[in-house]
């Protein structure tokens, strides 16, 4: 049998997404592909090594084997049938060999942005050619077609016609149909309070009779429906929020199309700044907390520094979650930022107004292919299994779309670092200089995130003025948003200031068992301001509730 989420842990661990990302290529593609065989020495060598491997298998005296923790390769058939035992060899050996190519491309001093260019590509086409995605290169499936008499067979042409006419090709991950925003994803109870063209934002109900004044206002990241904060009880970032007596103002994002193509930076900052407007009027505090996740930490940060520069103090402290601020580190979601994609991205503003949910899906996807596509397809399409049904793999299907304008200037911040340049960016008139955010900032990374990197996000605790904390989780990029405390397998680490080197501070760090969601909390209530009674009503006369949460925006609709 292929790998499936079984658990809620694993399908959490199978989604790493929030992030804007370039579209590669086929063009760039194959430049990078070609790239790494045009290296004479290491092509020879790696085809001496093929060749050698090649006489061994057919021999049977290759000991090559798949990892244990590769579970395309877990029926018993792999190691115990002399036929599928080479087969499996033949393709390991491909595989050692291309991947040796990509290595001595990185070792011979290319830049790590071609690298990881033709590292995705040649990890999509090995993972494409694994004998497992074909029906009978695969005996998991071949005798799953035996025992139902040839009903998974046709149940898996069903999904496969089904996949090639609605879902672009690519297997689905989930069924969407066990879901709905509002009734079993996003029912923190709340209020939409404010609406423009551009978001709604909600102000969730207390579940505690008194709660602290300074309100948090949450900046989700532009790409992705909030709700992944609050996916269900028990696995709600804003539930847990209030019950622990903060007053909790979440922004929604509406979905673009390519009318907005010229939504920017801009538009997004200044609603941050609106929402400030919002929640201090609503509450009455002269200021609030902010916290900014993935991507809209970015956008957090230049609505942060117009507000520095202007004299504007109503932030009291800010939260970090998984951002990246400084891409000079290696870092996936920089791979496809050269300048060629940066002038795509501006040609496709003129041309199509938006980057499609679609597109930025199928990147993430095709950057774990094992996992996110060809896991799937075998589940599906080869055993004529139906689609799981996990609440975070439907939040995953859900995606938005990225005005053409914004995407162009996120991937000008992710190509030429243009954040941390003192002066490179102006977002609402205000040229970007990182060291005047002066206020409290919570930083936190996560230790196996791939799309922003922990030691990437502990830079920000350098780069901003103010003193900073840094908290360590132990999981991936959504897996570590989505963390509860009570989750048994959850752990974080906690040290000093931080200081330049962040594996120095890993070392003299404390790891305690739990989610990071505690001690940002602590450290929120810490800057909180008093207790008071807890609101009887949401919203006020000049910002009256409009809906109950989650609104309109995260369902599409465009009410008057």
């Known amino acids: 049998m292929p790998w499936v989420p079984q658990s809620e842990s694993e399908a959490l661990a199978s989604v790493e997404s929030a992030e804007p990302v370039g579209v590669p290529t086929s063009r760039g593609m194959a430049r990078a592909v070609l790239s790494t065989l045009a290296q004479p020495g290491p092509l020879a060598r790696e085809a001496a090594r093929l060749g050698r491997d090649s006489v061994r298998i057919v021999r049977g005296t290759d000991e090559i084997a798949p990892s244990p923790r590769d579970k ?3 029926d018993p058939a792999w190691s115990t049938h002399p036929g599928y035992r080479r087969l499996a060899q033949s393709y390991l050996a491909v595989t050692r060999s291309l991947d040796g190519l990509v290595d001595a491309y990185e070792a ?3 830049d790590w942005r071609e690298v990881e260019q033709a590292r995705f590509a040649l990890n999509a086409l090995t993972s494409a050619l694994a004998p497992t995605n074909t029906l009978l290169g695969n005996p998991a499936a071949v005798k799953r077609a035996f025992d ?23 297997p689905t991950q989930t069924d969407r149909s066990a879901f709905t925003v509002g009734k079993d994803l996003g029912i923190s109870p709340g209020a939409v309070v404010h609406r423009d063209e551009v978001i709604e934002l909600i102000q969730y109900t207390p579940t505690t009779p008194r709660v602290r004044q300074r309100p948090v206002v949450i900046v989700p990241p532009p790409i992705g429906r909030f709700y992944f904060l609050d996916l269900r009880p028990g696995r709600s970032l804003v539930e847990y929020a209030v019950s622990r007596g903060l007053q909790v103002f979440m922004i929604s994002w509406r979905n673009p199309t390519r009318e907005q193509a010229d939504w920017s930076l801009d538009t997004y900052a200044q609603r941050v700044v609106d929402s400030i407007d919002v929640a201090t009027e609503i509450t009455g505090s002269p200021d609030v907390t902010v916290l900014g996740l993935c991507a809209g930490g970015q956008v957090m940060t230049t609505a942060l520094n117009h507000l520095a520069a202007t004299g504007d103090d109503r932030v009291a402290a800010a939260g970090y979650a998984v951002t990246l601020l400084d891409f000079s580190r290696r870092a996936p979601l920089g791979a496809f930022s050269g300048p060629r994609l940066i002038e795509l991205a501006r040609r496709n503003s003129r041309r199509r107004g938006v980057i499609s949910a679609r597109e930025m899906g199928s990147v993430f996807s095709w950057m774990r292919p094992d996992d996110l596509i060809f896991n799937y397809l075998v589940n599906q399409w080869l055993m004529g299994e139906d689609p799981p049904a996990f609440d975070i793999l439907a939040w995953n299907a859900d995606g938005t779309n990225l005005p053409a304008r914004l995407h162009e200037q996120f991937l000008e911040i992710f190509g030429t ?5 003192p002066g490179a960016m102006r977002v609402l008139g205000t040229p970007v200089h990182l060291s005047r955010i002066t206020v409290p900032t919570f930083v936190t990374g996560a230790l196996t995130d791939h799309l922003t990197p922990w030691d990437g996000c502990y830079r920000t605790t350098q780069l901003l003025s103010g003193p900073s904390t840094f908290v360590l989780s132990y999981s991936g990029h959504i897996q570590s948003l989505v963390n509860p405390p009570d989750n048994p397998k959850a752990h974080y680490w906690t040290g000093g200031e931080p200081g330049p080197d962040p594996e120095a ?6 790891r305690h068992s739990g989610s990071w969601w505690e001690p940002w909390a602590e450290w929120m209530l810490e800057r909180s301001g008093e207790e008071v009674p807890a609101p009887t009503a949401r919203g006020s006369v000049a910002h009256p509730p409009l809906e109950p949460a989650p609104g309109s925006y995260v369902l599409d609709r465009r009410p008057r």
């Open 108 to 110: 011979g001093g290319a």
């Open 72 to 74: 395309r390769f877990a």
């Open 505 to 510: 501070w890993r070392a003299s760090a404390e």
């Open 417 to 421: 670092n243009a954040l941390i340049r």
């Open 148 to 170: 139902t008499g040839g009903r998974s067979v046709l149940r898996g042409l069903g999904h496969m016609l089904h996949d090639l006419r609605h879902n672009g090709g690519l």
